[in-house]
């Protein structure tokens, strides 16, 4: 049990779709994070919050876009996607920046 | 700015051998580092960390890891490897950076530990 969940698990969606992804933290931590893994890529950091307030984007598209309304929520909201978007999408969290991540078990992203 | 490399990409190993993972990171202030696991379908674990203290940190399902500033390392090891050890193996480290104030964590590629039977 690592307190951190996401839903959904798997997420098939076509390019002119909205779709949302969600993390949920029940650990108390001030920090969140959304990574992408791609198959064959390093793990990118995607955003960072601090205490709800970001911290970090690394240069990522805009059509991917950050929200979180508390300290326990993350959602990612995701329009008009490409197929290169398709990759396994990991919410962590932490009590400092610098200390342990706890990760989700992540989204498998799937982009038609 | 700091940087993690894990030289291998894949290490296989045949079951109760000896396994060691390599490490090495550049950063020009103090660090922490960590390594953690991934199995398949699954998000990513914390092994263990070294944060200060002893340089020989021990972690869960029999993994260690030891710290050398002089080399800039962090080698993961295990004396002997059983197939559900079977995954992938991240390196992490933890700096201050220059803006702002607060560190951050970058991790490395990566390396894919598969176990022969």
């Known amino acids: 049990e690592t307190g951190v969940t996401q839903t959904p698990r798997h997420l098939v969606m076509g390019m002119t779709n909205k779709k949302s992804l969600k993390c949920e933290q029940h650990?108390?931590?001030?920090?969140m994070y959304w990574y992408k893994q791609s198959a064959k890529k390093p793990l990118e950091l995607m955003f960072v919050?601090?205490?709800?307030?970001?911290?970090e984007n690394n240069s990522v598209p805009s059509r991917f876009s950050p929200e979180c309304p508390n300290s326990s929520h993350l959602f990612l909201h995701l329009h008009t996607l490409q197929p290169e978007d398709s990759a396994l999408y990991l919410c962590?969290?932490?009590?400092?920046?610098?200390?342990?991540?706890?990760f989700g078990p992540g989204t498998r992203l799937t982009v038609l | 700015a700091q940087s993690v490399t894990q030289l291998d990409s894949q290490v296989p190993v045949f079951e109760e051998a000896p396994v060691e993972l390599r490490c090495n990171y550049s950063?020009?202030?103090?660090?922490?580092l960590f390594w953690y696991v991934q199995y398949p379908n699954q998000g990513l674990q914390l092994l263990l960390k070294y944060l200060s203290g002893s340089t020989l940190v021990k972690g869960i399902n029999g993994f260690e890891a030891e710290f050398n500033k002089s080399q800039t390392s962090f080698h993961l090891r295990k004396p002997s490897v059983h197939i559900s050890d079977t995954a992938e193996y991240f390196c992490a480290v933890s700096a201050t950076m220059n803006s702002g104030g607060y560190q951050k964590v970058t991790f490395g590629t990566g390396t894919k530990l598969q176990v022969i039977p």
């Open positions: 950063s020009s202030v103090s660090v922490y």
């Open positions: 919050y601090n205490f709800k307030e970001q911290t």
């Open positions: 650990l108390g931590h001030n920090a």
């Open positions: 962590a969290s932490s009590q400092e920046s610098w200390d342990t991540q706890y």
